[in-house]
């Protein structure tokens, strides 16, 4: 859940900072903000008081909430506000990614199920949380028999797989496209990846700093695996060359290419399709993508001290650090976050932008024709959105960046007690005490004029649908 609130105890502000605005000698804001009556419709979700915060969930198409109630004696969970039944104890509260299914895990006595839309599941002596596929058809969770000490994955409803001594970090990974289920599972000391039932290895260990990544497409699977003390890339069954660590893995858009990090000796290098780029100190984690068109691999490396950006051979000015890379839609452009001498900036195809106190991590976002960037930036006491390197009202936070089909920038704001979405530099009329959105952090758009989220306000949680004027 991402949350744009404005009380002080508020611990869920994301990639937004607090700041006052900035004001004149005589007063006067220095960026004078136009406030619009803009077409919205407001629908009541759920109840929402400060101890249910904790445990609340937020679907991801930001339309429906969970959390968990305590009664008198035991738990429930609620979602959208209509109450399910009690049982001992509630945890795991999951939607599914279109938010029209939900599910969570439950104790009665000393057995655990996992409850899917109301109906409750074969009884377990332990369960994991439940995972939802992509497109929303199917449902698993690693669980673990009465009176045993194995552990199957379970299918709802209800169909338990093949038991085995552990399920790798008891994780569960679908393909984006939901088609296909694989995990890692350990039988008799040795590891195995299990793909739809299908088993590849054994191996000494499986890696967790790479997990299974499939391909955007669903149709390739990739994994770290050790054996004889070495680290191999699989991908589909077949292991690549050996290396002493693996880090991260990026498939191309196609599924065509793929890339990752790997370790030979004390140096880092990255590798393209088993072709091997230059060594390097380090690389960073988290920041290796393919471009949109699958040409070039991006990642971030420190040489000495400091990390510079690398887009196939060439090699950006050294920062020092990055924060975030990410390429424009139409493949034009790259841009990232770097850390200069305290100060911080956005680097724009090794062009380099206004410098700010602070840009937010993770706040990156290109219009969908690649045409605008936009990020959420932060000097002095004063907090804003910056367009194509245009700075755009303050405010005392600011957060949610995204940009509607047609590439206006529209975003989520605060000033005082009060809280409002904002398009470009008009102010919507209607207030809220806290915003909230989806986990990916941006105001999600359901057509080219209209976008919702969650509003809060005097213990009431409502969807909230805006529609922009043409």
Not at 122 to 127: K, S
Not at 256 to 277: F, H, L, S, T
Not at 441 to 459: C, M, N, T
Request: charged share 25%; aromatic share 12%; with cysteine.
């Amino acid at each position: 859940m991402k949350v744009l609130c404005v009380a002080r105890s508020c611990r869920w502000v994301i990639a937004v900072f607090a700041a006052a605005l900035l004001v004149s000698a005589s007063g006067a804001v220095l960026f004078a903000q136009t406030v619009v009556v803009r077409k919205f419709r407001e629908t009541p979700l759920a109840p929402m008081s400060a101890e249910l915060r904790s445990s609340s969930i937020v679907s991801a198409d930001a339309r429906h909430v969970g959390y968990i109630r305590r009664t008198g004696s035991g738990e429930q969970a609620v979602f959208d506000g209509r109450e399910q039944p009690e049982f001992d104890q509630v945890a795991a509260l999951a939607f599914s990614p279109d938010g029209k299914h939900w599910a969570y895990a439950a104790r009665r006595g000393s057995t655990w199920r996992v409850v899917v839309n109301g109906r409750e599941q074969p009884e377990f002596d332990r369960v994991g949380p439940p995972v939802f596929a992509p497109g929303s058809k199917r449902l698993a969770y690693v669980a673990r028999p009465k009176g045993t000490e194995s552990r199957v994955v379970v299918e709802a409803p209800g169909r338990p797989g093949k038991p085995y001594e552990e399920i790798f970090e008891g994780m569960l990974v679908f393909s984006p496209d939901g088609a296909r289920l694989a995990y890692g599972a350990r039988r008799e000391g040795r590891w195995y990846v299990v793909d739809e039932g299908r088993e590849f290895g054994p191996y000494d260990y499986l890696g967790s700093a790479t997990g299974l990544v499939f391909s955007p497409d669903g149709k390739r699977l990739a994994w770290a695996a050790l054996s004889e003390k070495q680290w191999r890339l699989v991908v589909d069954g077949e292991a690549g060359p050996a290396y002493d660590n693996l880090a991260d893995v990026v498939f191309s858009s196609d599924g065509r290419r793929v890339g990752y990090a790997a370790q030979r000796g004390d140096q880092w290098m990255a590798v393209i399709d088993r072709d091997e780029q230059p060594p390097c100190r380090a690389i960073a984690e988290g920041m290796m993508a393919f471009s949109p068109g699958g040409g070039w691999l991006a990642y971030v490396a420190q040489t000495g001290e400091q990390w510079q950006i690398i887009v196939g051979r060439q090699r950006w000015k050294p920062f020092d650090s990055v924060r975030q890379i990410l390429f424009s839609p139409d493949n034009k452009r790259l841009a990232g976050i770097v850390v200069s001498g305290g100060a911080e900036l956005v680097v724009v195809n090794n062009r380099e932008g206004r410098i700010f106190d602070r840009v937010g991590g993770g706040t990156l976002v290109f219009s969908p024709d690649g045409k605008r960037l936009g990020y959420i930036a932060k000097a002095g006491r004063n907090t804003f959105a910056v367009v194509e390197g245009e700075r755009l009202p303050r405010y005392d936070m600011a957060g949610y960046l995204t940009f509607s089909p047609s590439g206006r920038a529209v975003y989520a704001a605060t000033r005082g007690d009060k809280a409002f979405t904002v398009v470009e530099d008009q102010e919507a009329a209607h207030h809220y005490e806290e915003i909230w959105t989806s986990p990916d952090a941006k105001l999600i758009f359901d057509d080219a004029q209209r976008f919702h989220y969650l509003g809060l306000k005097q213990g009431q949680l409502f969807l909230v649908e805006e529609e922009l004027s043409r």
